[in-house]
């Protein structure tokens, strides 16, 4: 038989993508065989052949990849990315030398990526000193369902939960903001600037501590001349010029204004405020919700979308879902340069550029263009054919099959679920 090594392009091809269902598989086989996907093996040239993506690979800067989600292992959770998720250090700061207090929006009861942002910017103020470190204190409001509120950088948490701080209830959520100025004495106070939250809130507490607060901060940097340590970058002119000063007490900061923690695990020791908290009568009475019909809500404004591709081929259930869902419709440029939707509902840069907490695309292979309408989404939820294309990459959770049974399925599912809640009820 001929010692020619012969080629399998399609496994090459298997083993370079590792979002392909047989992944690990393909691996394994090209490895030694020892039950799990491989970082090294042999190619077909004689050329030792290394998985950049895999647990443990040192990368060109010198720095370890470390998968804690168990998705680049083929979405199989293995032992070494399990060891890798339980790896993380434990911090304790029992005497903390001071306090950065955070206010986050937690938006339907769990910290959004701002929020995480936001928390990562006073993880990097309160560990400049590692001699005296300081600790990180969150004041949340409402009920909330985070579950690992200290693997998010915080130290201390005084959760705030009685009826009259929820919905919209800046007079009272203030009060209580300044009880715990007044019994902790935070050296800074950071709140996301964001329009339907912080941003009213924390020129509030500003007033109220007669500071002249930083909005739009997206930078910060020690500078020994300032008197609190540290300078600041913000936004102005309409996000056209960048103004530095130095950080006061309270500031309003952007997404993506310090990368979240993902290193380390804090106490979250619960607090409670020694003091009670004066009920004040509220000149502002929050009426709650008010029901609106997705379809009349703009894409810019939109928290929930339901975008069709090329791949729709159903238009008439891909309108149903939308519905049933309750979601806004968009569409990619294709599917509107088809006739199948209208142009207002464009996602992309050359379209509307999209802020939602979810994002769920049908059949978008995901263009350059599209990919940068949607980047600062929350969630992106991708059903595609092809497990290759690049709007898999993006998604945070990707379904693979026919576009038209997977959304059959999902309606059935919800008004299934709805049905059995009436009867319940």
């Not at 080629?7 to 590792?18: F, G, K, L, V």
């Not at 209580?176 to 996301?192: C, D, H, Q, Y």
């Not at 990368?259 to 009568?281: C, G, K, N």
């Not at 576009?403 to 999902?410: D, G």
Request: charged share 25%; aromatic share 4%.
């Amino acid at each position: 038989m001929s010692e020619i090594i012969r080629r399998d392009p399609r496994r090459e091809w298997i083993a370079r993508n590792r979002l392909h269902p047989e992944h690990a598989r393909v691996l394994t086989a090209l490895g030694d065989n020892r039950g799990g996907a491989v970082s090294e093996w042999l190619g077909p040239s004689g050329v030792v052949r290394k998985d950049p993506r895999a647990i443990g690979f040192i990368g060109p800067n010198g720095v370890k990849r470390i998968d804690r989600s168990g998705l680049q292992q083929g979405g199989q959770a293995t032992a070494a990315s399990t060891a890798a998720r339980d790896s993380r250090r434990t911090v304790t700061i029992d005497q903390p030398a001071f306090l950065v207090a955070v206010v986050p929006d937690l938006t339907g009861g769990r910290l959004s990526g701002h929020d995480k942002d936001l928390l990562g910017l006073a993880r990097r103020v309160a560990d400049a000193d590692a001699e005296q470190p300081g600790a990180v204190v969150a004041i949340l409001f409402g009920e909330h369902k985070e579950e690992a509120l200290g693997e998010a950088g915080i130290d201390r948490v005084v959760h705030l939960d009685d009826e009259f701080y929820a919905g919209f209830a800046p007079e009272a959520r203030l009060a209580a903001l300044s009880a715990v100025e007044r019994e902790m004495t935070p050296r800074f106070w950071l709140l996301p600037d964001s329009p339907l939250g912080g941003a009213d809130l924390g020129r509030r507490l500003a007033l109220r501590l007669g500071e002249r607060a930083a909005t739009g901060v997206w930078q910060v940097e020690a500078d020994n001349e300032a008197s609190l340590g540290w300078r600041c970058t913000a936004r102005g002119a309409a996000g056209s010029l960048d103004i530095q000063r130095p950080l006061p007490r309270v500031a309003l900061a952007l997404a993506e204004c310090a990368e979240p923690v993902d290193e380390t695990r804090h106490a979250a020791e619960h607090l409670t405020l020694a003091a009670s908290i004066p009920t004040t009568l509220s000149r502002i009475e929050d009426l709650g919700q008010v029901a609106v019909d997705p379809a009349g809500v703009a894409l810019a404004e939109a928290e929930f979308i339901l975008s069709g591709g090329n791949g729709v081929k159903q238009w008439d259930a891909f309108h149903h879902a939308a519905k049933v869902l309750g979601a806004t419709e968009g569409a990619s440029r294709v599917a509107v340069d088809d006739g199948f939707m209208a142009r207002d509902r464009q996602v992309g840069a050359t379209g509307t550029w999209v802020t939602a907490r979810v994002y769920m695309a049908v059949g978008i292979s995901g263009a350059i263009q599209h990919l940068q309408g949607i980047q600062r989404c929350d969630k992106v939820v991708a059903i595609n054919l092809d497990p290759g294309c690049d709007i898999i990459k993006r998604a945070d959770l990707a379904v693979i099959g026919d576009s038209t049974q997977i959304l059959a399925a999902l309606v059935a599912m919800v008004e299934q679920q709805r049905g059995g809640q009436l009867d319940a009820a």
